[in-house]
């Protein structure tokens, strides 16, 4: 059974930063997609950034320069560090393991970012 857990979510003023952590347990962590999407009230769930097992990344347009991700696959979890945190990436942030397609999901890290 594959199990999802983010943790590091929090509330920050404008330009601070907050590192999330996704922890994942249950599957082949070394050749698993690993990903974080989040959902701000009243919008769509949408892209922030993936990982493959490989390292290859991809960002979403609204997060390059400023967010990072990254996974050890020791500790078999994936980082997300923000930095330069605006107030429109407030949102519910979410872990995904395994693609959207047939993968599973966390319960959710809320990030406020405010004055």
């Known amino acids: 059974q594959v199990q999802v857990m983010e943790s590091g979510g929090g509330l920050v003023q404008p330009g601070g930063s907050l590192r999330l952590t996704c922890a994942a347990s249950?599957?082949?962590?070394?050749?698993?997609?690993m990903g974080w999407y989040r959902q701000a009230p009243g919008n769509e769930r949408e892209l922030v950034a993936t990982?493959?097992?490989?390292?290859?990344?991809n960002y979403a347009d609204s997060v390059k320069g400023r967010f990072t991700i990254s996974r050890d696959h020791v500790k078999r979890t994936a980082d997300l560090q923000m930095n330069s945190l605006k107030p429109e990436d407030t949102a519910v942030y979410y872990c995904?393991?395994?693609?959207?397609?047939?993968?599973?999901w966390g319960q959710g890290t809320q990030v406020t970012v405010s004055s």
């Open positions: 990982i493959t097992g490989g390292g290859t990344t």
């Open positions: 995904n393991v395994g693609g959207l397609k047939f993968g599973s």
């Open positions: 249950g599957i082949i962590f070394n050749y698993t997609m």
